[in-house]
């Protein structure tokens, strides 16, 4: 069964599990309406562990649990990539990597183009787990998935990472090119945060 975070009175403190800016401040957003105080890893001076995990579930637990056991506090973490079907599923759980040391997405957007090539099928698609865990090591996790296809050159300058050449299906603008708010209707991250507080936190007031 999954554990309720409670807010208390003073609001409950709660750890991003990431030094990813964009992630941060998306997932604070998410959060703002259930009144978690929200404090970074990077904030913290946490170090980022090791991604040894084979899944987004694996790696998301992974970084929950050691930003929970160092702070002494809750912490939730999020494990989330593009997985393009005509690329076997790459970048996936590599997404990241593929931007480099210098978190460069132009770089990593353009060898997706490169790598596709002739390619008919620019099927692809967000995922995103998110866990939540404590410092006696229980943890619930939660997959978010929102399907679209890739389109070149990118569009846009909003959301971060790949969002500019991701076109979510139903959809006639890319992440790039979305504001926040349309955004987190019908994100991959935003999937699984409903799923996270429907089972964890209590309704705001």
Not at 55 to 71: I, M, P, Q, Y
Not at 144 to 151: K, T
């Amino acid at each position: 069964m999954a554990r309720r975070f409670s807010v208390g009175p003073g609001g409950g403190r709660l750890v991003i599990a990431s030094h990813n800016a964009g992630k941060v401040r998306e997932i604070g957003e998410l959060l703002q309406p259930w009144g978690a105080t929200v404090v970074s890893a990077g904030e913290m001076g946490l170090p980022e562990p090791e991604e040894t995990g084979s899944s987004f579930v694996a790696n998301a637990e992974l970084k929950a649990h050691a930003a929970a056991r160092a702070s002494g506090l809750p912490a939730l973490a999020d494990d989330s990539g593009l997985e393009v079907r005509a690329l076997g599923g790459a970048p996936g759980i590599y997404s990241a990597r593929w931007a480099g040391p210098t978190k460069d997405f132009a770089h990593a957007m353009a060898e997706i183009e490169r790598r596709l090539g002739a390619a008919s099928d620019r099927a692809a698609r967000f995922v995103c787990a998110l866990t939540l865990a404590w410092p006696d090591g229980h943890a619930d996790t939660f997959v978010g998935v929102v399907d679209g296809v890739l389109v070149f050159p990118p569009r846009g300058d909003r959301g971060f990472g790949y969002d500019p050449i991701f076109l979510p299906a139903g959809a006639d603008r890319t992440f790039g090119e979305m504001d926040a708010a349309a955004k987190h209707r019908i994100s991959h991250r935003a999937e699984a945060f409903r799923l996270l507080v429907a089972a964890c936190f209590a309704a705001p007031a």
